[in-house]
């Protein structure tokens, strides 16, 4: 029984298509087992009419065997019964059993026992087999454990089959079992935007903020987080970073948590470790979003790793099993909060942070309609519309960033005896000429490092050199 997987209005996945299917279905086995009844009174004679009924129904095996096998007035092994309707439903087209070399016998057992006892299907995301029964109700996907695959394995042998454990594998980690993409298989689930509601911006105005330029910039960071997803081939991976700076109790995290309709919700986490760089390299080609919970307790190594990894639009990851890398897309996208209303420590990367300030209780109790939300985004991505910000957007944000800079040791001597001046020749300052003057004002225990005087110098000041000569225009105050 073939279906096509939709969601609901909530973005969960929808199987009130196939009730009616399975009811008809259980109306059929039923009616096929009345007539059995009525016929003999020979359990065994009884479950052979009632298997040869159901294959000329046209019903699958395994949900009949089921129902056969609850049924208390049949005194009849489960082993029996799975027999009979084994041998009902064998093909006697088929090539037989008798004239086929052992090979093939294990291939054509193992492929027809999953056929009928379990769906299969591999995860390109997780990177990952999942198996569900097929007995006709409703379960939710599982990832493939070794537990499961040997139960499988004695549960084919005890069929009769001839295959082992590791004939079992061959085929389940093989492109036998077809691929799935729970990103991209919601995306095409959602439909088509009607057009009557802009839903991304009205996500965006659930954060109560006076940042004017928060629901452009949320829209455009919605926009690469699902063209990333769609791994549309562009220059541009999603570089953006909405941060969400505001006190306890203002649902920053349940809104980042909520971003994701429930049925992807997997594919969220709330931390990356950066200090573990495989597991790094695995949550980017393996998640959907991100959220880096309270970023100022990031240290500047930290911060400086995350900038470098949101340049990444493919990540290397090991194989499992494996000692082989393979190259694939990121999907990952990121997203912060934080309690600090200064989280920023290097000023060279603020241009990717949507620093938003929450000044107030975030919305999150009203259904969020998942289905036209992300509809929308797929057809503006289509459509042409931008999802990476501009050059005049960038500066912009560089500037409205500022007030979230945390000033460090070095911006602060600096600052204080120091202002920035024009391009002139008398007041060049280099590197040691600066060093020797701060020496001269303030303690040893008060002296910025080299890197962190460099990085003061870049960010506060205009180098230059004139005649060979390098170093920044400015001058001692009250000079």
Known sequence: MKKKTTFNRKGLINETANVEALREMRISYYSCLANALRETADDEEIVCLTARACRQAGLPEEPCVLRTIDQDR????????????????????????????QKERIARGIADFFSRR?????????????????????????????????????EQMNEGGDGWGIDLQLYLHSTMVPQYNPLTEFLNGCGRWYGHKDHIAELARRVPTDYEDWEPLFHCWFLAMVAQWMNIESRFSNMLVPMLIGGQGTHKTTFCRMLLPPALRDYFVDDIKMDNA?????????????????????????????KRILAEKDVQVRKMRSDQYIRTQRTAS??????????????????????????????????????????????????????????????????HNQ?????????????????????????????????????????????????????????????????????????????
């Not at 591999?122 to 139960?151: M, S």
């Open 74 to 101: 049949l005194a009849l092994s489960d082993d029996e019964v799975r027999k009979i309707f084994r041998v009902a439903y064998t093909d006697k087209a088929v090539k037989p059993r008798s004239v086929l070399n």
């Open 118 to 154: 379990y769906e299969l299907r591999y995860n390109t995301v997780k990177k990952i087999e999942e198996w569900r029964p097929r007995d006709g109700v409703y379960h939710e996907w599982q990832q493939l454990t070794d537990r499961d695959l040997n139960r499988m394995t004695f």
């Open 278 to 306: 495989e597991q790094v390299e695995r949550v980017l080609a393996r998640m959907a979003l991100v959220n880096i919970d309270e970023y100022n307790a990031k240290t500047e190594r930290e911060q400086a790793k995350i």
């Open 334 to 399: 990121f997203i912060a909060t934080t309690n600090s209303p200064t989280p920023l420590t290097d000023p060279t990367g603020s241009r990717r942070y949507i620093c938003c300030p929450v000044q107030g209780i975030i919305d999150t109790e009203p259904t969020v309609n998942y289905r036209q939300l992300y509809a929308q985004a797929v057809y503006e991505i289509k459509h042409g519309v931008r999802y990476y910000p501009t050059r005049e957007e960038e500066q912009r944000m560089e500037q």
């Open 403 to 479: 007030q979230f800079q945390m000033l460090r040791k070095a911006d602060i001597v600096l600052t204080d005896y120091f202002e920035p001046v024009d391009r002139n020749k008398d007041f060049l300052m280099t590197f040691p000429e600066i060093e020797q003057s701060l020496r001269s004002r303030i303690g040893a225990g008060r002296m910025p490092t080299f890197s962190e005087l460099s990085s003061a110098l870049a960010h506060h000041f205009r180098a230059g050199a004139i005649k060979g000569r390098r170093g920044w225009y400015m001058r001692i105050r009250n000079q």
